[in-house]
């Protein structure tokens, strides 16, 4: 997925070493082939992934993403028709599809969303029929990771901030195998199954920020288990990624009174030697991203990586960060320039990129 300095088309601008705001336009945007040679997917693909409307939904996202040519290599087979059938007409997946069930791209769509609700599968499918289609379920997800970080970058070169906060929420998903939103992110944690998950909830239980501060006898108690079974649990949730943001305006960006000459604000946060040509107002923003660990996070023997997205209030991609969890260490302050009309509301998205249930959002007025 890009990387901040890929995703080079955002209309901001940046505090440089020496304090001088520079502005980020007009800076020339990524070529399509880049994005295309770096997720290594087939041109046809490729030219599908581009037509993919402004600000997409999930549906949307999801099932353009299974359009890619790659899926054409998992045909529907005889032995799973019956198999999809029901999980088309009579699972609780959110997206159903209303055609004849025939194309690889329609196999792909169904089983990543029946997968996503974490139930038993219907009983539709054969001992052998079953086992070959979790085979394919794990380079589907492969594949699907790569065409959904492509639609990321394709969207952040369109400037498109909505659209890129719903493809990282549908990559954030697939990643964990659970929605974004659900209260089934519990069973993201090892050791938590339907049916503890279930205890859990009915306890009051439900999210893994909750049960992490639980203690270690409270979830023996409500998943009648003996020690060390709270202890293990609550040292594998130690690493669960517990982010922190501030997100502060500043104020205004000013010219000095003479280009060239130094001039602080009234702060003095700030030393300007010139003046971005944006095409709105420029306002400076301190940004503190953090975690509350006592170390850096780890979560399935990962350190994770998050992306800070800022949205303007018609959905245009304003700002965008992606680094590790260890650059957080410490907090990371980063002083930026961004163009914002007075009075404009931003959305503020801040999440790890493939762990459910750790996303922070904010609206700030500018």
């Known amino acids: 997925m890009a990387t901040p300095s890929q995703l080079n088309t955002t209309p901001s601008s940046t505090i440089d070493p020496l304090g001088r705001v520079t502005s980020q336009l007009p800076v020339p945007s990524q070529g399509s082939n880049e994005i295309q040679m770096r997720y290594k997917l087939a041109s046809t693909t490729f030219k599908t992934l581009c037509t993919i409307g402004k600000s997409p939904t999930r549906p949307d996202i999801l099932k353009k993403a299974c359009f890619a040519a790659e899926f054409r290599s998992f045909p ?3 032995s799973e028709k019956a198999f999809l059938r029901e999980v088309n007409d009579h699972s609780a997946i959110p997206y159903p599809i209303t055609e004849n069930l025939k194309l690889p791209w329609h196999k792909a769509f169904l089983v990543t969303q029946v997968d996503l609700l974490r139930t038993q599968w219907p009983n539709k499918l054969s001992v052998t029929a079953r086992k070959e289609l979790h085979q394919e379920l794990g380079r589907m997800h492969k594949l699907l990771d790569r065409v959904l970080r492509c639609l990321v970058d394709i969207l952040g070169e369109r ?3 909505k659209g890129v906060n719903t493809a990282l929420d549908v990559l954030r998903s697939v990643k964990a195998g659970v929605w974004e939103d659900s209260e089934k992110q519990l069973l993201q944690v090892d050791g938590v199954g339907l049916v503890k998950m279930n205890r859990l ?6 999210n893994i920020r909750q049960l992490s501060r639980l203690e270690f006898y409270h979830i023996e108690r409500l998943l009648s288990r003996n020690p060390p079974f709270g202890q293990k649990m609550l040292h594998q949730l130690a690493g669960f990624p517990m982010l922190t943001l501030n997100f502060e305006m500043l104020g205004q960006y000013r010219s000095p009174p003479h280009r060239g000459s130094s001039a602080a604000n009234k702060d003095g946060l700030l030393m300007a030697e010139a003046v971005p040509s944006l095409p709105v107002p420029t306002w400076i923003v301190r ?3 953090g ?3 006592e170390q850096i996070p780890s979560w399935k023997k990962l350190s994770p990586w998050a992306t800070l997205v800022v949205e303007g209030h018609d959905g245009r991609l304003v700002w965008f960060w992606r680094g590790s ?4 260490e410490g907090d990371k302050e980063m002083v930026i320039g961004l163009s914002a009309t007075k009075g404009e509301v ?3 998205v801040f999440a790890c990129e493939e762990i459910v249930g750790t996303t922070i959002q904010k609206s700030v007025q500018v």
């Open 76 to 78: 529907i087979k005889q």
């Open 201 to 206: 909830v009915e306890a009051g239980v439900k």
């Open 325 to 328: 969890a260890k650059r957080l």
């Open 291 to 293: 975690f509350e660990n």
């Open 159 to 161: 400037q498109d901030g």
């Open 287 to 289: 940004v503190v991203l």
């Open 346 to 348: 931003l959305k503020i």
